[in-house]
């Protein structure tokens, strides 16, 4: 188990545990709270333009995060707002849950909203789901919208819909939490470079603000016809061709096991397994 199940969910995973998702947006402390208040002006200052410098991010954070930069960035998003990559099937059991525990909205995509110069560009962004307590704050708090678009409520059914089409369309999912003990936030479904959690975690190595699912993918080379499909779908770069062997080449030590490759591979060449169970990688997160 990660730290985070360790952490969060008693042992288990901690985006499928119970208590993560009953709270409500104004149980959260008072420092929770603020932030979202202020999310435009704390969203502003910290994503744009955003630098490839550090220290230049740093300096556009609003007082309300210096926590986060106090803390330093790896302890700070571990402790007040991070995710962790999900397969498909793992984000659909988190509907059953959340169904039960909170409810969902579809939302507008904050990372490709601010990577896009901060312009709503359409319906076609409505990509994320909130869940729990941030589905109570955007029913409760109508002030926390942005002015271009509404929100929509869905059903647990239609919310499995729409991770099949996000992830039809290549995106992986991954599960976003604020606050120590965590709140459930949101189910994104993302890509790199325009969700700001891969970036920040690929280029920077910023472990804190995203980490690796609990399973990673095996291919099995006696079936693998070299049809590249399953690279196209990594976001990760885990998957590269060998034109010598003329096969798809997997780094299991690269992959943060979203199951992309195993959903797109036409020769049923790729499994999952437990991260947990693979010595080498059970503490790689």
Known sequence: MCEWCT?????????????NYVRKFDEMDEWL?????????????????????????KTRLSPRLEKLADNDWEEGFSKYHSSQ???????????????VKGGFVKLACT??????????????????????????????HPERIWK?????????????????KCSDAGLCH?????????????????????????????????TGILKKGHYVASLDQDKCTGCKECIDACQFKAISYSPTYEKAILKQDICFGCAQCMRVC???????????????L????
């Open 266 to 280: 036409p020769e049923e060449a790729v499994k999952m397994l437990e991260r947990e169970k693979i010595p080498a």
């Open 85 to 99: 990559i999900v397969t498909l099937d793992e984000a659909k059991e988190m509907c059953d849950v959340a169904d």
């Open 282 to 285: 059970k503490e790689e997160w």
């Open 174 to 206: 991954n599960a976003s939490y604020v606050g120590s003990p965590a709140y459930m936030s949101k189910l994104c479904n993302c890509e790199y470079p325009v969700c700001v959690w891969l970036q920040w975690r690929m280029d920077w190595g910023i």
């Open 7 to 19: 952490e969060h969910g008693k042992g288990k995973k901690w985006y499928m545990a119970v208590e």
């Open 111 to 140: 990372c490709r909203k601010y990577k896009r110069g901060g312009k709503y560009i359409g319906p076609e962004n409505m990509l994320c789901l909130g869940i729990s307590a941030y589905a109570s704050m955007y029913h409760e």
């Open 33 to 57: 709270k603020d932030w979202n208040s202020n999310y435009r002006a704390v969203q502003a200052k910290l994503w744009g333009p955003v630098s490839a410098e550090m220290d230049i991010l």
């Open 148 to 164: 271009e678009h509404k929100i929509e409520t869905v059903s647990a059914e239609e919310a499995k819909e729409h991770l099949e």
